[in-house]
């Protein structure tokens, strides 16, 4: 894979007054690692990937693809979630996953296919970085560390969506309402969510009435602070033993297929 110089304004435009040029480029290097599958490259594949990765704010409620649409791109967020949703005909719509500073959103690119059924929002605003649907797919086919992180997190993805089905169908609300917490605090510094009731109802596929009597039981056993859209989390221990098995199981299965020493 050949690989372009970067543009000269580029690179200026990233040296400030007393830094230089490679200084710069450490810098930018060190922004792209905190998302963990790029920081799991080795140095080398991941400079190879440096020139290809552009830099994007990732707003509240915006679509980075939708359902059927060819997927231009590929995005490694550094911060903010997004929600991958599957929408029915008649507009209503349930997420299947979560994708934050642990993944990359686009794993269909990798599999054969340039679409999908589902539909990528962004459900907490952040940034992160975007390559074209045609380079990472050339530096994937060319296998090596690149192939490996990338498949081990598509299958991770497989058992975040197939767990959250199950939960669907076999869990209480206020339940499914924990295991949707603990996995966004799991991609989000700190330990608070903006979330409204309109949004939350959205991803889990249920009445707005449905999501406050939930968050309302959470709260009353003293787990969370819920008002005007903002979720505090008051004790995680205590959420997580309230949650259903679901949540353990997928917080396993990522952390044995992505260990933190993938990333040496």
């Given at each position: 894979?050949?690989?372009?110089?970067?543009?000269?304004?580029t690179?200026?435009?990233?040296?400030?007054?007393?830094?230089?040029?490679?200084?710069?480029?450490?810098?930018?290097?060190?922004?792209?690692?905190?998302?963990?599958?790029?920081?799991?490259?080795?140095?080398?594949?991941?400079?190879?990937?440096?020139?290809?990765?552009?830099?994007?704010?990732?707003?509240?409620?915006?679509?980075?693809?939708?359902?059927?649409?060819?997927?231009?791109?590929?995005?490694?967020?550094?911060?903010?979630?997004?929600?991958?949703?599957?929408?029915?005909?008649?507009?209503?719509?349930?997420?299947?996953?979560?994708?934050?500073?642990?993944?990359v959103?686009?794993?269909?690119?990798?599999?054969?296919?340039?679409?999908?059924?589902?539909?990528?929002?962004?459900?907490?605003?952040?940034?992160?970085?975007?390559?074209?649907?045609?380079?990472?797919?050339?530096?994937?086919?060319?296998?090596?560390?690149?192939?490996?992180?990338?498949?081990?997190?598509?299958?991770?993805?497989?058992?975040?969506?197939?767990?959250?089905?199950?939960?669907?169908?076999?869990?209480?609300?206020?339940k499914?309402?924990?295991?949707?917490?603990?996995?966004?605090?799991?991609?989000?510094?700190?330990?608070?969510?903006?979330?409204?009731?309109?949004?939350?109802?959205?991803?889990?596929?249920?009445?707005?009435e449905?999501?406050?009597?939930?968050?309302?039981?959470?709260?009353?056993?003293?787990?969370?602070?819920?008002?005007?859209?903002?979720?505090?989390?008051?004790?995680?221990?205590?959420?997580?033993?309230?949650?259903?098995?679901?949540?353990?199981?997928?917080?396993?299965e990522?952390?044995?297929?992505?260990?933190?020493?993938?990333?040496?």
């Amino acid at each position: 894979m050949l690989l372009p110089k970067l543009p000269k304004h580029t690179a200026a435009a990233r040296t400030k007054p007393g830094v230089s040029a490679a200084g710069a480029r450490l810098t930018q290097v060190g922004e792209i690692k905190k998302n963990g599958l790029l920081a799991a490259l080795p140095d080398e594949e991941l400079q190879r990937l440096v020139p290809y990765l552009h830099a994007v704010e990732l707003p509240l409620g915006c679509a980075l693809y939708e359902a059927g649409a060819a997927e231009a791109h590929a995005y490694f967020p550094t911060s903010g979630i997004v929600s991958l949703l599957y929408v029915m005909q008649n507009g209503d719509s349930a997420e299947i996953a979560v994708v934050g500073n642990e993944g990359v959103v686009g794993v269909s690119l990798l599999l054969g296919g340039n679409t999908t059924t589902s539909r990528a929002v962004v459900q907490s605003a952040g940034r992160g970085y975007r390559i074209q649907a045609v380079q990472l797919v050339e530096a994937f086919k060319l296998g090596g560390p690149v192939m490996n992180v990338l498949l081990r997190y598509t299958q991770a993805l497989i058992t975040q969506m197939s767990q959250t089905a199950v939960c669907n169908r076999h869990h209480s609300l206020d339940k499914q309402l924990c295991r949707w917490l603990l996995l966004s605090l799991d991609r989000l510094p700190g330990n608070e969510l903006t979330m409204t009731q309109e949004l939350i109802s959205n991803m889990l596929g249920v009445r707005r009435e449905g999501v406050t009597e939930a968050a309302l039981k959470i709260q009353a056993a003293g787990l969370i602070t819920y008002s005007r859209g903002r979720i505090k989390v008051l004790d995680r221990a205590g959420l997580e033993r309230r949650s259903c098995e679901c949540y353990a199981s997928v917080k396993a299965e990522y952390d044995r297929l992505l260990p933190d020493e993938l990333a040496s």
